[in-house]
């Protein structure tokens, strides 16, 4: 019989092994019981590890991850060219444009400012993986009272825990009337939502729910006296709609 | 609508990336890096290769970038071996939570090469290719993988562990 190795025994367990070698090694294990029971650890170290892992073949891939990105730009340079350049939010725009671009005119999918505004600050912070935010949810209320100060008013952090989203964080943006509160929340799947909330030009009035669909990302906005709202996420109208109303609900008790 | 093939691999791309990183959402960013390295080199594919090997190149590129960055975590999470070791200590079977938690106390090259082997299937001369060692090399991390990681997750284990220290 030929000398076992570490090695025959590791091809052994995961089924490797030439079938010329298996006789030499079953008749080995029958003989050293203290590999028998290494190979059957290891075994079951196998089956735990798939059964832990193969869930995630049924799970359904994120929208984020289907498609291929039309132009290849990398995130920084994505955002550069939203941010610096005040492009269109559309076709060159990589991942943010992919996919069925739904025929919707560029010109005609322009929604007012703020929607706007809100589509780009989504599509530049969402797909972010290190940096998503400045402050983590894990400082809610620091986070809450630094934007508060900020914008000058008492801002409140919506909870959509009840709807599958989670808190991430926030972070401070600038925007054309100044400062912005930007709030990031994520679902178990990694969807992500934002709140854009912005101190609104001129007198103090209200609007009613308004939807822009600035390519892939969906916004509802509105305006609540000095403050504008707007809520984004690559996700139906529909689903976004339910959101939207439980945002608009808590800030308005 | 037909997929491309790159997107048919997703899912197995996202249980590897899972098990890789454990939290959800920086798997899937692992993913989306990936993805997106893919289709900017898809030219240098070569057609009828095998794509999955190949993504998993990718992936173990990004990977051993982001890895990097992240040295120091590791290195603070090995500290920590001591809760894993408490909570490891009821029942003869392993757990499969324990499982999740115990596989990020491996060193990342040795997680890499025992989930490409056990979870993915992938064969030893496959997993060399993928993350660029010799078979060797790919063999001795396998056997230290699964030893730690039985020491880990058995009570025989914790005893002999606890005796190293």
Known sequence: ?253 | MDNHPIEQHIPRLRRYARALVRDRYAADDLVQDTLERAWNKLHLWRQGSDMRAWLFTIMHNVFVNQARSRRQEVERSMEEMPVVAVRGHQGQELELLDMDRALQMLPPDHREVLLLVAVEELSYEETSQALGVPIGTVMSRLSRARERLRMLTSPQGMTSLKVVK
């Not at chain 1, 076709?91 to 706007?116: D, Q």
């Not at chain 1, 729910?209 to 990302?217: I, L, P, S, T, Y």
């Open chain 1, 1 to 253: 019989m030929n000398r076992i190795t570490e090695t025959d025994l590791q091809a052994y367990v995961d089924g490797m092994l030439p079938d010329s070698a298996l006789a030499d090694v079953e008749s080995h294990l029958a003989a050293t019981p203290e590999d028998a029971e290494r190979v059957r650890a290891w075994r079951e170290l196998n089956s735990v590890l798939r059964s832990t892992f193969n869930p995630v073949l049924d799970e359904q891939v994120p929208e984020r991850l289907l498609g291929r990105p039309r132009q290849r730009l990398h995130r920084h340079a994505l955002a550069a060219s939203l941010v610096g350049i005040g492009i269109a939010v559309g076709a060159t725009t990589g991942w943010f444009a992919r996919g069925a671009l739904s025929g919707i005119p560029l010109a005609g999918s322009v929604a007012p400012g703020i929607a706007r505004q809100a589509a780009i600050a989504h599509a530049v912070y969402s797909p972010e993986v290190r940096h998503p935010v400045e402050v983590g949810a894990d400082q809610q209320e620091h986070l809450v009272r630094w934007l508060s100060k900020r914008l000058g008013t008492d801002l409140r952090c919506p909870k959509l825990s009840a709807l599958g989203y989670e808190l991430v964080g926030g972070r401070l943006l600038s925007g054309p009337n100044g400062p912005v509160a930007h709030f990031m929340f994520q679902d178990t799947r990694g969807g992500r939502l934002t709140l854009y909330v912005s101190v609104q030009k001129g007198e103090s009035r209200q609007t009613a729910f308004h939807f822009a669909q600035e390519d892939k990302v969906a916004v509802f906005y509105w305006i609540d006296g000095s403050y504008g709202y707007a809520l984004s996420g690559e996700i139906s109208h529909d689903a976004l709609l339910r959101v939207a109303d439980v945002v608009y609900k808590q800030l308005n008790p």
